[in-house]
């Protein structure tokens, strides 16, 4: 198992940017136990949903709403992915949540406000 802590959200302006990161309890990307991470999001009245992937090789994937904007990256010796932020919009407040793929490990999310 691996605990997640999040780096605090905020309030932002649209067009704005704001970087998320996420600290593991454990080496995130070693080899003998590679892990892929996610960042998701979830607003009120809505199901989680996925925001970004990195792969344990580095590989990345966006939601088709935030490519573009986005960036997700690791930094194995610090234990942490980061989420990038830029051009941030009204419709990006939520919840975010950091997750190690097809574990139930999930970090104890941190609210992102956009106002406009």
């Known amino acids: 198992q691996v605990q997640l802590v999040e780096s605090a959200g905020g309030l932002v302006q649209a067009g704005g940017p704001l970087r998320l990161f996420c600290v593991a309890s454990r080496t995130i990307f070693s080899v003998s136990a590679p892990l892929d991470m996610a960042w998701y999001c979830q607003s009120p009245g809505k199901q989680r949903e996925l925001v970004a992937l990195?792969?344990?090789?580095?590989?990345?994937d966006y939601a088709s709403s935030v490519k573009g904007r986005f960036t997700m990256s690791r930094q194995n010796s610090r234990k942490a992915v980061y989420l990038q932020m830029n051009s941030l919009k009204p419709e990006d407040t939520a919840v975010y949540y950091c997750?190690?793929?097809?574990?139930?490990?999930w970090g104890q999310g941190t609210q992102v406000t956009v106002s406009s």
């Open positions: 990195i792969t344990s090789s580095g590989s990345t």
């Open positions: 997750h190690v793929e097809k574990s139930d490990d």
